[in-house]
């Protein structure tokens, strides 16, 4: 499973396999096995290349507050996926037309929308469904829905336009 993880100014995509408390990590073209066990309430014990730690994890306000020794982390981790839609959107300009494309395949669920319809910036447009999660698009920007080319149940793939606003 793939998630981005941001560590103050720094983000990583990191690829994460394993189980029952084996895992490897890839981040860029390093690979880290790690060998981790939950031995507390937040308290976790870490083998990373036949080195230990112990781990202090909490949630503070939606991120992961990591305290290993004199060392604290403030981690933010996300699932790759809604990362890519929180951040890319799906949304381009050209030449004054707002177009929703796809930012990763999935199956269009719902369709606010219709050519012709006046939108406000932040009305749903549609709905897709994606790895088993639904992802509501909201318009970037102001304007009148110039076209709909998507219906629901529809498959879509990466880049495919999606609804054009003018």
């Not at 990362?83 to 959107?89: A, F, M």
């Not at 799906?90 to 199956?107: C, F, K, N, S």
Request: proline share 2%; charged share 25%; net charge negative.
């Amino acid at each position: 499973m793939k998630f981005v993880v941001s560590v103050g100014a720094s983000t990583e995509t990191v690829e994460v396999s394993g189980e029952a408390g084996r895992y490897r990590l890839t981040i860029g073209s390093e690979v880290w096995e790690v060998d981790a066990r939950l031995t507390a309430q937040g308290i976790s014990s870490l083998l990373i290349g036949g080195v230990s730690y112990v781990a202090d994890v909490q949630d503070e306000a939606g991120a992961c507050v990591v305290d290993v020794g004199d060392d604290r982390y403030v981690v933010r981790v996300e699932e790759e996926t809604r990362y890519i839609i929180r951040t890319k959107g799906g949304a381009a300009e050209d030449h004054g037309a707002l177009t929703l494309v796809a930012p990763l395949p999935g199956r269009i669920v719902n369709v606010a929308v219709r050519p012709g319809d006046r939108v406000e910036k932040g009305d749903t447009l549609l709905v897709i469904e994606a790895m088993k999660m639904e992802n509501e698009f909201k318009s970037g920007a102001a304007g009148t829905v110039t076209e709909v080319r998507v219906t629901p149940g529809q498959a879509v793939n990466a880049g495919d336009v999606l609804v054009v606003i003018a």
